[in-house]
């Protein structure tokens, strides 16, 4: 119930294109760590995903307050070089 309580707080910041991978580690003595991989488009510059980074952690905050850490990973899409992509590029690209 945590993780997709996070992954839901994660899709919800303006910015994240996909969540690959939440996984909350159960450390008895300070909490629950959380680890995400986050993935951002190839143009998205380099400022704004560690903008973004700072608007995750504090929406992170409301869906899991007992967090004693959470580690991020953004990971950056190569730029497309086939002529014919597949259509989900062009729904990601739509909602945001």
Do not use: K, W, Y
């Amino acid at each position: 119930m945590l993780v997709s309580a996070i992954r839901e707080a994660l899709l919800a910041t303006a910015g994240v294109q996909t969540v690959d991978e939440v996984v909350v580690h159960d450390l008895p003595e300070s909490g629950p760590l959380v680890v995400a991989r986050l993935g951002f488009g190839p143009s998205t510059p380099v400022s704004d995903v560690v903008a973004i980074l700072d608007e995750v952690r504090r929406g992170l905050a409301d869906a899991a307050p007992d967090a004693s850490d959470i580690v991020l990973e953004p990971t950056i899409a190569p730029p497309r070089t086939d002529g014919n992509p597949p259509t989900d590029v062009f729904v990601i690209r739509g909602a945001d």
